[in-house]
Each structure stands twice: as structure tokens, then as C-alpha cells.
């Protein structure tokens, strides 16, 4: 009997592509479309619906059948509740790294293997590699398009149920695949953002689950330069929509998020993308997971990603505790814009070891901000006219 792979069908090329050579492969293929949100089906920026039938016609062309199943109860209480909490502390989470980890391969595996599945498939740029002492996560071969940060919590058990087709393949290759066999999502555009949130304005979408407390901006002289909308809508190192203008009350540089002050309600910010404010020298990471399930050498030369987007940087290990599950890393050269709340993943290569949660970044050689001196209240002068009393 063929094998049977259930593959995760989001209505994108990459999945679709993912599918077919499944099926070329000889495995016995079923699509599954995941529905992780339902908040809003009728907002102008929820593609479900037709992100459904873009999976249905794939699904018709390469000759395999599609289920649909729901799992957005299980979205908003394992990841949404999680995003706004930490948004609400301050911090900057990635909502997709949980839903790999909680949706994607917890509850679409654990209803993969109810349909008879041996393996599940996702159209993420990452591979797997099976060796003597476990299994490996591996960067996609597309170097620009390599989604193993996403990836860093999966567990043994989950990868070794886990199939990657396009992650041997350059992005351009796959869409090539999809022209050539006939994919009705062969130019789709590629979607962006977190997943439930799509391409709608984000500042207006979180507006509706958390309050906004609007409070100082300060620059890195204490000064008031302006007023922020609540803290929870900005990130550390962002640029475009802080409301001050380039030039303003400074050098000219651009205007980045430094800190967030939640006990005083006060954003900072600092001129110029090499301010000494946005630049990481050691931080603490919770949470931490071992893709292997067992911490690597401490000793061993390892590389980090602070966030996705960001280029690898030498790293040093410099202690961890593995009862609790954390770890405090160092850089010999600094890494820009460490946000608490992201993940920081640490490589040895081409293997993906794991990653953990910042939690705080430590910038030591940072000057201590005092903020100004209320100025002396005047003392009223008493009139000439009004007599004493004495």
C-alpha cells in the first residue's frame, strides 16, 4: 500500500507545488485546508474563503482530494490569547513560530493521524534529515526563502512526522513547476504578515483587542518630542509610522524605537540606525527548546537569528539551565534591534539546533536615562494690599 501524506493546502503556490510532487513521489496524498480564523470572514481582509477555493482548484488539477477542518478555537486559545498577552507586556511575539509549533504540527498532526497519515507535509522552505542519533532540521536551500526560524520548537516526535517538497527547490523552480503543470495559483502572490491578520492595517486590528494609553516619545536626552498612541503598537528598531517627522527636533537621521518604558507609559527614541540604544550585546532567552532534546556543547561555535529577517551573527552560549529551560547568549559583535517577545534560533550550519523567547537584552554600555527634573514650582508673591493677619 502507498504511504499516506495528509498535506496542510493553505491555497498558496508552495503548498500546491508541495502536493504534486508528493504525489509524483508515489506517496497517496490528501489535502487538508486549515480555517485558524473566524472572527471577521466578512472583512474586506480575510482571503479564507477564497484562499479555500485557490486549495480546491490545486487540489482538481493535481488530482487529489481536499478536506477542510477548523481549528479556530484551537488558534485563539494556543496562539491569539498568547499574542495579545504579550503585546500587552510590551513585547513583540511571533505569532507564526507558536502556530507551527501549537497548530500545524499539534492539533493538523494529531488530526492527520486520525485520517491514517504516517506523515504530514507543509509547503515550508526547511528539510529533514534523519540520522543515527535523531532527526535534523535543515535550512531550505533557498537561502532567501529558508523558513526554519519559524520551525525551531518542533519536538523529535513532530519532526519526524513532518515532510518539507519545497524546501529542496528555489522559489523561482517552484513556480516554474506550477506553470508548467497548470497551477491556477502559479503567479499568486505570496502572503505577508501574520497569518490571521492578513494584509489589514495592524495598528486598527489591535486597536480592537487592547486598549490604547497614549504617553510621551523621548529622545535619548530625555526630551518630549512627541506622543505615542500606546506602546503596544510599536516595535524595537521600527521606523516608518512613529509621528515624528525625519528632521525634527534632531540631526536628520531617521527616528528608530529604542525602548519601551511601561512603568512611566514613555516610548524612546533615538537618531540614526547605529545609535549605541539598538545595538545588543548579551540577552536571556526562555523558554528554550532543543530540536535534538538535548542542549549542545556550550562550547561549540553556534550562529544566532534575533529575528527573521535578520543575517546570522557569531554568537557565544554563555550559560544555560536546562531545568529552567533558559539560556543567556552573547555576540561578539552586536545584533541590531533584539526585540523581547521575538525568538532568538540558534545554527550550527546548516542545522537548526532551536531557539528560545527573548526575554530581555542587555545593553551595558548604555548611559543611564534620568528623566528631567520637574522645574521648581514659583512661589506666589503676596499682593501688597492684602494685610496680615498677624
Known sequence: MKQRVVIGMSGGVDSAVSAWLLKEAGYDVVGLFMKNWEDDDDSEY??????FLDAASAADVIGIDL???NFAKEYKERVFSDFLREYSAGRT???DVLCNAEIKFAAFLDHAMRMGAEKIATGHYARVRETERGFELLRGLDAGKDQ??????????????????????????????????GLPVAAKKDSTGICFIGERPFREFLNRYLPTQPGPIRNDKGE????????????????KGIGIGGSREGNGEPWFVARKDLAHNTL??????????????????????????TAPDIAAPVTVKTRYRAPDG????????SHESTMRLAFPEPQWAATPGQSAVLYQGEVCLGGGFIEAVDNSDLPEVVEPAAAPKKRRRRSANVRSSR
Not at 547605529?274 to 540577552?283: M, N, V
Open 46 to 51: 480575510c482571503s479564507s474563503r477564497q484562499d
Open 148 to 181: 526554519s526560524y519559524f520551525l525551531h520548537r518542533l519536538t523529535q516526535a513532530q519532526l519526524s512526522k513532518a515532510m518539507f517538497p519545497v524546501g529542496e527547490l528555489q522559489k523561482t523552480r517552484v513556480r516554474e513547476i506550477a506553470r508548467e503543470i
Open 268 to 293: 524612546w527614541v533615538v537618531q540614526g540606525h547605529d545609535h549605541p540604544w539598538l545595538l545588543t550585546h548579551t540577552l536571556n532567552a526562555v523558554h528554550v527548546n532543543w530540536i535534538a532534546g
Open 93 to 95: 511575539p511571533n505569532p
Open 314 to 321: 557569531a554568537c557565544t552560549i554563555e550559560s544555560l539551565d
Open 67 to 69: 478536506e477542510a477542518v
Open 224 to 239: 518630549v518630542i512627541g506622543e505615542h498612541v500606546g506602546l503596544a503598537f510599536y516595535t524595537l528598531g521600527q521606523r
